[in-house]
Every structure is written in structure tokens, then in C-alpha cells.
Nanobody, 126 residues
């Protein structure tokens, strides 16, 4: 079964950190750019960060620049989102999405994605 699986969400206090993982099952991520999205209740889905297939290009939403870091380990078939200095407004369900591409840069969002994960909940609250 071809799928993306997110993990690492949870409840954290403001100022805390979490690391989300996006693991591919049934296919390898080497040829895929990855984007992390989030969606809070009542709000539109927001692109958070993207990383190119080789990891050489990354982009971040202004709201997370300097606090979040995206990375990938193709040997582990996994992309990570390190989230530091978390704020209550970061509370959302976080999703990863994969697009097969030959590009070595990423844009956010892409026009389409080939695979989506089921999401992992992040709650930032005291």
C-alpha cells in the first residue's frame, strides 16, 4: 500500500518543541518533493514548509520562519519537521504531501500532490 504516515504530534506547552515525521510506505521518497501543511479548525489549510527531492531547497511560511526546520533522510525514507518555540497559534492538524518531480527546488504549494498523509495533531497549550 502506497502511503505517507505522519507521527510525532502531541500536546506541548508554549515555547516547547516537537519533531514531526513523515514516513513513506510502499515507495521511496528520493524522487519526491515534500510539503508540510497544517489546518486548524475553522481555518484554511496552510502550507508550512517544503523541501526538494534532494534536500537542497527549502521554503517556509513567514509564520514559522526561524522556528521550524524541515529536513529529510532519504535513507530512512522520512521527512522531518522540527518545530521549536511553539505558540498556541501553531495548534493544528499537520499533514505531509508528496509530489513526484525531477525539480531540485520546491514551491509551496504545488498545483497537485501524488500522496497525502492522514495527519497528526499538534496542540500547543499551557
Amino acid at each position: 500500500q502506497l502511503q505517507l504516515v505522519e507521527s510525532g504530534g502531541g500536546l506541548v506547552q508554549p515555547g516547547g518543541s516537537l519533531r514531526l515525521s513523515c514516513a513513506a510506505s510502499g515507495f521511496t521518497l528520493d524522487n519526491y518533493g515534500i510539503t508540510w501543511f497544517r489546518q486548524a479548525p475553522g481555518k484554511e489549510r496552510e502550507g508550512v514548509s517544503c523541501i526538494s527531492r534532494n534536500g537542497g531547497s527549502t521554503n517556509y511560511a513567514d509564520s514559522v520562519k526561524g522556528r521550524f526546520t524541515i529536513s529529510r533522510d532519504n535513507a530512512k525514507n522520512t521527512v522531518y519537521l522540527q518545530m521549536n518555540s511553539l505558540k498556541p497559534e501553531d495548534t493544528a492538524t499537520y499533514y505531509c504531501a508528496a509530489l513526484g518531480t525531477v525539480r531540485t527546488w520546491c514551491v509551496m504549494p504545488e498545483l497537485k500532490y501524488d500522496y497525502w498523509g492522514q495527519g497528526t495533531q499538534v496542540t500547543v497549550s499551557a
